[in-house]
């Protein structure tokens, strides 16, 4: 091939260095250049380099491509002649960036008639190329590029799809642009699947803002899985495995036409994966023509996400190298013997190149000061700066340094209404309303979902300059960066990031459309655990089932054999759920003993069935839930058949709830789960907190206040940590989960002794768990797309607790939303709601 041959001439790959080298050094402003610029630009023949990458922007090699687009990229930056800018512009249209010309027209390296100037056959190829890209959605032209056009091109003529492409290649935009598609048809149910809570809220604001944008009315967009809908209208869930579940066991409708899965990839990730793929499975089981698309971002097989699907559907797999932004991979190392002074190099394939020189503020004399001063210096009070921490904590001490060295900018009035915020719905005393004063912020999973936008926001709109964050980024929270700076990452205690994990992350650098290029920073890389490399290996998919089947097939059916012990499926709960999923395939007659693995657990499970009296149907709705611990719980009932109503939980605001939760958590821990009993006092008040509609701030200050009687020097940013770990990790995940069974199993038990007259006493704990309100009219507001502090902040006002989605709706539009002294971020979360 003409271009894998030119690529590897020694002239290129000379002045392709020398254009490296430019393109990053231009990119840190206090950068003490290796070379003069003059001598970089003195070994480049752009008129050459120029002819080549035109060649290069046909192939289909991620590194040609990239290459082809950092030359146009680079020369457009360097004061070219008309020819070559002509030339780059060229370049650009053929890789059908759109978005690196509008920035070009932007910034004023190109004008914005540019097309005018281009000579008549370029003019006819460019306008060729556009319409060839180019789709008509409801009289409005769309520009893709190529990957985006050959996706769109594969939905017309395949009933499933998955496809695979880097970060920043326009996955997001394309997969939106099919949903409006399918929303042409009347009265059709789309689910769209995110790995993540923190997800859930910015996938619903994007498909709200395309849905008004296209004039789209009449659309049921929710993320609340409650069954209220009518038939035949058209509704859009976006939901995480888990609320994809409670959806499927309420719905009287199972129907659903098509299924999105975003971040498809984390099917491998251990019970939430397993999870996954038991829904997919049953989404595929209830609705044998759904329509099926999953999204993956840079792997090597997206096709095994397509294997269960029949072989009378119409499938393809698209897996693109497309590059849409350049990215550098810098390693940052001290000079020797002078510790204010750090060497940069440009780490490539096979080769590396030194860049220059930083000189750092102070001396480091901490790993958190390290990246500190070093992000300091590289930013140069620049926005778009990503920090990887290696958790919750880190992330707070790291801010916490940078303000030492980041002069304080109270010039933003939305910061100062985040601030506010914090202060009313943390605490007044948290770190994160201190640090946002420099603007400088913090991010992680677990912190409250309109505080956490609000932080998104801001920082795509520079309003903050520098962001830590956690793994969070790993689960596709869309942060584009200008640079991300790392520091022996981890993914856990412990644990390195691995090179899959680490690519995923470093994707995140490189504003497409705001920057030519985005820095990846690895500070000391050679003493990580594991070692960033430049080879952008494509990941490898593994389920979570088929890796246990391969690696762990006798841990776990020692597991099972041994009952499956409460302590260790605590420790191990990809075992439960893999127990779980593996028995009900059995319960259905879908497991064939066609390998020693399936025949074992035949037996196994035939050993098993003999002493399960619960009902089928209950194991199905428990996935994760062993059937053993099931039947446990079920034989604890037998033994209180004196002592019924003591075994219902009572509503949150009952005059005994303290009294009853605690008992409530000490029958679960003992049967279904392995709860340290010493926790059961302080999590009984936090469930009730919690599902009461008590704010995050107040749950805070409590927990705060019980601290400080046993541990007086407690910090208050340790109890807004571990508060908010708990009920995310506590409440909403876990205790929902096992209290969820536990009712089911108590209704089947009530009724089997004819007392089925107690079950409308029993509440439905899941939901108020999940979304920590109890209130028909709160959940009503969260299913039209409110966050939980807007709600609880509401319903100070609102007297009908039984309000429907509907009404609540009416209420909102009646309101005088001025009068009610709400944060203007409140606000703004109503009023995208009212603009739908």
């Not at 290649?169 to 598609?181: A, H, P, T």
Request: charged residues 25%; contains cysteine.
């Amino acid at each position: 091939m003409i271009a894998h041959k030119i690529f590897n001439l020694e002239s290129f790959k000379r002045q392709y260095r020398a254009v490296l080298a430019l393109s990053v050094c231009n990119t840190i402003k206090n950068l003490k250049w290796e070379e003069d610029v003059e001598v970089i630009t003195q070994q480049i023949n752009w008129n050459n380099l120029l002819g080549i990458a035109s060649v290069l922007s046909y192939s289909d090699s991620s590194e040609h491509l990239e290459a082809a687009l950092r030359i146009a990229q680079t020369c457009l930056n360097t004061n070219p002649n008309e020819n070559q800018k002509t030339a780059s512009v060229i370049i650009l249209e053929n890789l059908t960036n759109i978005p690196a010309l509008k920035l070009a027209v932007k910034r004023g390296l190109i004008k914005s008639n540019y097309e005018d100037d281009l000579p008549l056959p370029f003019k006819l190829q460019t306008n060729k190329i556009k319409i060839e890209h180019s789709i008509l959605i409801d009289e409005s032209v769309i520009s893709l590029n190529r990957f985006q056009k050959k996706v769109f091109d594969s939905s017309k003529i395949n009933n499933s799809i998955s496809i695979s492409a880097p970060t920043s290649s326009g996955k997001s935009f394309i997969l939106y642009q099919l949903l409006l598609e399918e929303l042409k048809r009347k009265g059709v149910n789309i689910v769209y699947i995110v790995p993540t809570r923190a997800l859930i809220s910015q996938v619903e604001d994007d498909l709200r803002i395309l849905l008004k944008k296209n004039n789209i009315g009449n659309v049921n967009l929710t993320t609340v899985p409650l069954q209220s809908v009518e038939n035949g209208e058209t509704n859009l869930y976006v939901f995480t495995q888990e609320r994809l579940h409670w959806y499927l066991l309420q719905s009287e409708n199972t129907k659903i036409d098509f299924l999105l899965v975003d971040e498809a990839h984390k099917i491998d990730n251990s019970n939430r994966g397993i999870l996954l793929q038991r829904k997919i499975e049953e989404v595929i089981d209830l609705n044998p023509e759904v329509r099926l698309f999953f999204s993956s971002p840079f792997t090597s097989n997206p096709e095994i996400l397509l294997e269960n699907i029949g072989t009378s559907q119409s499938k393809e797999t698209i897996n693109t190298e497309f590059v849409a932004v350049n990215q550098n991979l810098l390693y940052v190392t001290q000079l020797k013997g002078k510790p204010k002074e750090w060497e940069i190099e440009l780490i490539l394939k096979e080769d590396k190149i030194k860049i220059g020189v930083i000189e750092l503020d102070d001396r480091p004399t901490n790993e958190a000061k390290k990246i500190a001063l070093i992000t300091s210096a590289i930013s140069s009070g620049n926005s778009g700066n990503l920090i990887y921490s290696n958790g919750a904590a880190e992330s707070e001490k790291f801010a916490k340094i940078l303000t030492e060295l980041v002069a304080k900018d109270s010039s933003s009035t939305e910061v100062k209404e985040l601030i506010k915020l914090v202060k009313t719905t943390i605490h007044r005393d948290y770190v994160l309303s201190k640090v946002l004063e420099y603007k400088i912020a913090f991010h992680y999973g677990n912190m409250p979902l309109l505080v956490r936008q609000e932080i998104e926001r801001l920082f795509k709109e520079n309003e903050i300059k520098y962001l830590v964050c956690t793994s969070t980024l790993l689960e596709g929270v869309n942060l584009p960066a200008t640079a991300v700076f790392i520091r022996k990452p981890t993914r856990g205690k412990g644990k390195p990031l691995n090179e899959n994990d680490f690519w995923n992350l470093a994707g995140r650098a490189g504003r497409w459309g705001k920057e030519f290029s985005g820095n990846i920073i690895c500070i000391e890389p050679n003493e990580w655990g594991i070692r960033p490399s430049p080879d952008k290996k494509k990941q490898k998919i593994e389920k979570a089932l088929d890796f246990l089947e391969q690696h762990k097939a006798p841990e776990l059916l020692k597991y099972i054999k041994d009952g499956s012990p409460r302590e260790e499926a605590e420790n191990n709960q990809e075992f439960e759920f893999a127990f779980s999923y593996y028995y009900s395939k059995y319960l259905k007659g879908k497991l064939i003993g066609d390998t020693n693995f399936n025949s074992e657990l035949i037996t196994q499970f035939d050993l098993i069935r003999q002493s399960i009296e619960i009902p089928n149907q209950i194991i199905f709705r428990n996935p994760g839930i062993s059937p053993i611990a099931q039947q446990e719980l079920l034989d604890y009932f037998e033994t209180k058949v004196n002592e019924l109503e003591d075994l219902i939980p009572v509503y949150p605001e009952d005059v005994n709830s303290y009294e009853e939760y605690i008992k409530l958590i000490g029958r679960i821990g003992k049967t279904l789960a392995a709860f340290p009993p010493i926790l059961n006092a302080s999590r009984a008040i936090l469930l009730i907190n919690w599902m009461s509609g008590k704010p995050l701030s107040y749950l805070i200050s409590s927990s705060y206040n019980s601290y400080r009687k046993k541990q007086p020097n407690i910090s208050i940013d340790k109890v807004c940590r571990d508060t908010m770990e708990e009920v995310e990790n506590f409440a909403r995940f876990r205790f929902a989960k096992e209290s969820s069974c536990y009712i089911d199993i108590l209704k089947y038990f009530l009724k089997s002794i004819n007392r089925a007259d107690l079950i409308e006493r029993i509440p439905d704990l899941n939901l108020w768990l999940e979304f920590g309100v109890s209130q028909t009219t709160q959940l009503s507001l969260l299913s039209l797309g409110l966050s939980r502090n807007t709600v609880i902040a509401l319903t100070e006002f609102i007297t009908n607790t039984t309000l429907s989605k509907l009404e609540s709706l009416e209420w909102l539009k009646n309101a005088d939303l001025n009068k009610l002294d709400l944060s203007p971020i409140m606000i703004q979360d109503i009023e995208k709601v009212l603009v739908k």
